[in-house]
């Protein structure tokens, strides 16, 4: 395997040799003594690793021309690690380029072992960064007519789909509000034999009941009293097409009977109207409430949920997609930084850990406003958990448990979640958490999380 490479800038010319004899051995090193020089070899050879020397000529006793390179540098490439080289009374300026975006810093004299851990803690985050990059962009690439996700739960979502597609049956899809319901319908229609027919979307919840008749059924002229022209509604505008009828759960007993008719015989009549129209129109439902307690109340027909769910498709909450989540958040930052043009395209560690940790009782819709939010009130180069509004509403769910309960639980979340994330490897978890394989299996015991078999 090909020794990573690291890219040394040093205008001492002794210092510089002496780094690359040090460090040939380990890595595929690269010279630049100044920041023109610099950057070239970043352009070809993208290193992943930087260690810079602020004081650059042409003004080499300041430190203008080392944070101009660090600034352009992490503009070619915002997962490159820079690590300052800084003598020891320069400090202040270290610390300032951590600010903009620097790794770490190093002060000379250099320890060239000091060095080494540091560079290799560097290159292994780079990896893992790389790793998950790439991933990411798999899952862009390999996303289901743009839904996203890897979790077992959403394969299944996926395989349903493609199995109703090729069929005209009915179709009920269930789950709680921000699930992404309608784009499940639509991802049904665009692998369907129906794809090149229209896509009509009529949400049940959103129209006052005495108009919603007439936005499904149409009406003839003089029908009612503003009825001053023949409308046809949306049956008809979605002939030869499909028809996804959003929060099915909240049409009345009447129109219930009327949608049942249609899914009997396929026929319609408008408002005001005698004659039967016939319709070549699939209808997939949708709704986040439970049809089968609205059944036992007498507010939803039983016949009708059973024409409707002649297949139903059940869409996981958030947090239950433990392994999406990350993902979905990535890659949804990645798509709001280049619509809106932004160079933000990271989280903060601490950012990444309250995603994990929220509960996203919004589910994806709310992660989705979460992080167009925070793109916008954003003043770092990274996203932190007050640009996403996460700094208080992660802990909420443990603020009525007392301080013992409260860590239990708060342990058992990030146990399960890291087992998650690893496919239930007691190894990969235990390096995640920091732990050692014994402390994890004696936390698991204590908290009742029983190993994956």
Same mark, same amino acid.
């Given at each position: 395997?090909?020794?990573?490479k690291?890219?040394?800038?040093e205008?001492?010319?002794?210092?510089r040799?002496?780094?690359?004899?040090?460090?040939?051995q &380990?890595?595929?090193?690269?010279?630049? #003594?100044?920041?023109?020089n610099a950057l070239?070899?970043?352009?070809s050879? +993208?290193p992943?690793?930087?260690?810079?020397d602020l004081?650059?000529?042409? #003004?080499?006793?300041?430190s203008e021309?080392?944070?101009?390179?660090?600034?352009?540098?992490?503009e070619?490439d915002?997962?490159i690690?820079?690590?300052?080289i800084?003598?020891?009374g320069?400090?202040?300026n270290?610390?300032k380029a951590?600010?903009?975006?620097a790794?770490?810093f190093?002060c000379?004299?250099?320890?060239?072992d000091?060095?080494?851990v540091?560079?290799?803690?560097?290159?292994?985050l780079s990896?893992l960064?790389l790793e998950?990059?790439?991933l990411?962009?798999r899952l862009?690439?390999?996303g289901?007519?743009g839904?996203l996700?890897?979790?077992?739960?959403?394969?299944e979502?996926?395989?349903?789909i493609?199995?109703?597609?090729?069929?005209?049956v009915s179709?009920?899809?269930v789950?709680?509000?921000?699930?992404?319901k309608?784009?499940?319908?639509?991802?049904? #229609?665009?692998?369907s034999?129906?794809?090149?027919?229209?896509?009509v979307v009529i949400?049940?919840g959103?129209?006052?009941?005495n108009?919603?008749?007439?936005e499904?059924f149409?009406h003839e002229k003089?029908?009612?009293?503003?009825?001053?022209i023949q +409308?046809?509604g949306?049956?008809?505008a979605?002939?030869g097409?499909?028809?996804f009828?959003?929060?099915?759960?909240?049409l009345s007993?009447?129109l219930?009977?009327?949608?049942l008719?249609?899914?009997?015989?396929q026929k319609?009549?408008r408002?005001?109207?005698?004659?039967?129209?016939?319709?070549?129109a699939r209808?997939?439902?949708a709704?986040?409430?439970d049809?089968?307690?609205?059944?036992?109340?007498?507010?939803f027909?039983e016949?009708?949920?059973?024409r409707?769910?002649?297949?139903?498709?059940h869409l996981?909450?958030?947090?239950?997609?433990?392994e &999406?989540?990350?993902?979905?958040?990535?890659?949804l930052?990645?798509?709001y930084a280049d619509?809106n043009k932004k160079k933000?395209?990271?989280?903060?560690?601490?950012?990444i850990?309250?995603?994990e940790t929220?509960?996203w009782?919004?589910?994806?819709?709310?992660?989705?406003?979460?992080?167009k939010?925070?793109?916008?009130?954003?003043?770092g180069?990274?996203i932190t958990?007050?640009?996403?509004?996460?700094?208080?509403v992660?802990? +909420?769910?443990?603020?009525?448990l007392?301080?013992?309960?409260?860590?239990e639980?708060l342990?058992?979340?990030?146990?399960?979640r890291a087992l998650a +994330?690893?496919?239930g490897?007691i190894?990969?978890?235990a390096?995640?958490?920091?732990l050692?394989?014994?402390?994890l299996?004696e936390?698991m015991?204590?908290?009742g999380i029983?190993?994956?078999?």
């Amino acid at each position: 395997m090909d020794n990573p490479k690291l890219l040394i800038v040093e205008d001492d010319e002794e210092l510089r040799t002496q780094m690359k004899w040090a460090l040939v051995q &380990d890595y595929e090193v690269f010279l630049a #003594h100044d920041r023109p020089n610099a950057l070239e070899i970043l352009r070809s050879e +993208r290193p992943a690793v930087v260690t810079l020397d602020l004081g650059l000529p042409p #003004h080499p006793e300041g430190s203008e021309e080392g944070f101009l390179a660090l600034s352009e540098m992490l503009e070619q490439d915002g997962l490159i690690k820079v690590i300052i080289i800084t003598g020891q009374g320069e400090k202040d300026n270290a610390l300032k380029a951590i600010g903009q975006g620097a790794y770490d810093f190093f002060c000379k004299p250099i320890q060239i072992d000091e060095l080494k851990v540091v560079l290799n803690r560097a290159f292994y985050l780079s990896q893992l960064e790389l790793e998950h990059r790439e991933l990411q962009q798999r899952l862009r690439e390999e996303g289901f007519e743009g839904m996203l996700g890897a979790s077992t739960q959403v394969q299944e979502v996926f395989s349903s789909i493609r199995k109703v597609a090729t069929t005209d049956v009915s179709v009920l899809i269930v789950g709680e509000s921000g699930t992404g319901k309608e784009l499940v319908a639509r991802a049904i #229609h665009r692998q369907s034999g129906r794809k090149d027919g229209p896509f009509v979307v009529i949400n049940c919840g959103a129209i006052p009941e005495n108009l919603l008749e007439s936005e499904l059924f149409g009406h003839e002229k003089g029908a009612f009293t503003d009825a001053h022209i023949q +409308r046809k509604g949306r049956f008809e505008a979605a002939q030869g097409g499909t028809l996804f009828l959003d929060e099915i759960g909240e049409l009345s007993l009447v129109l219930q009977v009327k949608l049942l008719r249609f899914l009997q015989e396929q026929k319609i009549e408008r408002i005001g109207g005698r004659e039967e129209i016939l319709v070549d129109a699939r209808v997939l439902a949708a709704t986040n409430r439970d049809l089968m307690q609205a059944i036992e109340e007498g507010k939803f027909r039983e016949d009708l949920y059973y024409r409707l769910g002649v297949v139903t498709i059940h869409l996981p909450p958030l947090r239950e997609r433990e392994e &999406d989540v990350l993902v979905l958040a990535k890659a949804l930052l990645q798509r709001y930084a280049d619509e809106n043009k932004k160079k933000i395209t990271e989280f903060t560690k601490q950012a990444i850990r309250a995603i994990e940790t929220y509960n996203w009782p919004g589910n994806i819709r709310e992660l989705e406003n979460r992080i167009k939010r925070a793109l916008i009130m954003a003043e770092g180069r990274k996203i932190t958990p007050e640009d996403l509004e996460l700094v208080s509403v992660v802990y +909420r769910k443990y603020e009525k448990l007392g301080l013992k309960d409260a860590r239990e639980a708060l342990e058992r979340n990030f146990i399960q979640r890291a087992l998650a +994330r690893n496919r239930g490897s007691i190894t990969k978890a235990a390096e995640e958490l920091e732990l050692s394989r014994p402390t994890l299996y004696e936390l698991m015991e204590k908290l009742g999380i029983e190993k994956e078999k």
